[in-house]
């Protein structure tokens, strides 16, 4: 009886070890969507996975690098930066000695966009050298007009008057144009549809002027020397010329407005959309129009 007791005892406490045992090992082996494994996780582990952590970290700003002519157009440019920046683009302007160089910069991917040309310069310097390029969109009109530090109106443009005019085939052609627009010369026919001219396509000259061509960039430091010269507006401004003493210029009708310049394929980048959308936005217009006058007139 006695033995019987003792045996009977034994089996009580090793059912209850086991059962212990059972309850241990299921705790331990619970699904993760149980209540025991979500106990061993913390909240922002429950919450935030490695994906939302990527999109909650802040995105880097983009770098948008533009070659520009120093006046007015990396004025302007400088005037935008900020706008551009509240939409996550950081502007960097890039001025070049040598104007020339903006279009060989943008080919060889030195910059992201230029901003210094109008269009008839562009189709010539394209088919000379080749350039895949685009148009995105036209910012403003530098009025080119005749400066002179011998005469005070066109009516004091002697017979034989020497006429400094750009060397360069577009800016020749629009030069030429002008002169024929005041009536000084007649140019013979069908040269618009080539946007080129020299004094050779000269058929009428009632004044028997005289014309030297020049360097765009040197034609204010040639002024002592000539009767009068055709200038482009930025050069004048550069030379602290008052555009105001133009003895007369372009209307805000001209069309050789400039113009941003991109590699094709590159006018629907994000940046470039952003750029544009800026730079004919009220606030570059009033701007252009307070700062300039009439020597800049905004082409939107």
């Given at each position: 009886?006695?033995?019987?007791?003792?045996?009977?005892?034994?089996?009580?406490?090793?059912?209850?070890?086991?059962?212990?045992?059972?309850?241990?090992?299921?705790?331990?082996n619970?699904?993760?969507?149980?209540?025991?494994?979500?106990?061993?996780?913390?909240?922002?582990?429950?919450?935030?996975?490695?994906?939302?952590?990527?999109?909650?970290?802040?995105?880097?700003?983009?770098?948008?690098?533009?070659?520009?002519?120093?006046?007015?157009?990396?004025?302007?440019?400088e005037?935008?930066?900020?706008?551009?920046?509240?939409q996550?683009v950081?502007?960097?302007?890039?001025?070049?000695?040598?104007?020339?160089?903006?279009?060989?910069?943008?080919f060889?991917?030195?910059?992201?966009?230029?901003?210094f040309?109008?269009?008839?310069?562009?189709?010539?310097?394209?088919?000379?050298?080749?350039?895949?390029?685009?148009?995105?969109?036209?910012?403003?009109?530098?009025?080119?007009?005749?400066?002179?530090?011998?005469?005070?109106?066109?009516?004091?443009?002697?017979?034989?008057?020497?006429?400094?005019?750009?060397?360069?085939?577009?800016?020749?052609?629009?030069?030429?144009?002008?002169?024929?627009?005041?009536?000084?010369?007649?140019?013979?026919?069908?040269?618009?549809?080539?946007?080129?001219?020299?004094?050779?396509?000269?058929?009428?000259?009632?004044?028997?002027?005289?014309?030297?061509?020049?360097?765009?960039?040197?034609?204010?430091?040639?002024?002592?020397?000539?009767?009068?010269?055709?200038i482009?507006?930025?050069?004048?401004?550069?030379a602290?010329?008052?555009?105001?003493?133009?003895?007369?210029?372009?209307?805000?009708?001209?069309?050789?407005?400039?113009?941003?310049?991109?590699?094709?394929?590159?006018?629907?980048?994000?940046?470039?959309?952003?750029?544009?959308?800026?730079?004919?936005?009220?606030?570059?217009?009033?701007?252009?129009?307070?700062?300039y006058?009439?020597?800049?007139?905004?082409?939107?």
């Open positions: 009886m006695k033995t019987t007791k003792w045996t009977f005892l034994s089996a009580l406490i090793l059912m209850f070890s086991l059962i212990v045992s059972g309850c241990g090992t299921a705790a331990n619970a699904p993760a969507s149980s209540p025991e494994a979500s106990a061993a996780v913390s909240p922002a582990e429950q919450t935030q996975s490695p994906e939302a952590s990527a999109s909650a970290a802040p995105q880097e700003a983009a770098t948008l690098k533009v070659g520009a002519a120093p006046v007015p157009h990396a004025e302007i440019l005037f935008v930066k900020p706008l551009l920046k509240e996550g950081n502007l960097e302007v890039v001025v070049l000695d040598d104007e020339g160089q903006l279009n060989p910069a943008l060889e991917k030195q910059i992201d966009a230029n901003y040309q109008h269009v008839p310069y562009l189709d010539s310097i394209k088919g000379e050298k080749g350039y895949d390029f685009a148009v995105t969109t036209k910012v403003h009109v530098e009025p080119i007009g005749l400066y002179s530090e011998k005469l005070k109106s066109k009516d004091d443009i002697a017979d034989g008057a020497t006429i400094a005019i750009p060397n360069n085939p577009s800016n020749e052609y629009r030069a030429l144009v002008l002169l024929e627009q005041q009536g000084l010369i007649k140019l013979k026919e069908g040269l618009e549809n080539t946007y080129e001219a020299t004094p050779k396509d000269i058929v009428d000259n009632p004044k028997n002027l005289k014309f030297e061509e020049v360097d765009s960039a040197t034609l204010p430091r040639v002024l002592p020397d000539v009767d009068g010269a055709i482009n507006t930025n050069l004048v401004l550069e602290g010329i008052d555009p105001n003493t133009a003895l007369f210029r372009e209307d805000a009708e001209s069309p050789y407005a400039n113009i941003i310049v991109v590699r094709s394929g590159d006018e629907n980048r994000d940046e470039i959309k952003k750029l544009d959308a800026v730079l004919v936005s009220p606030e570059v217009k009033k701007f252009i129009q307070d700062k006058g009439v020597a800049v007139v905004p082409a939107f």
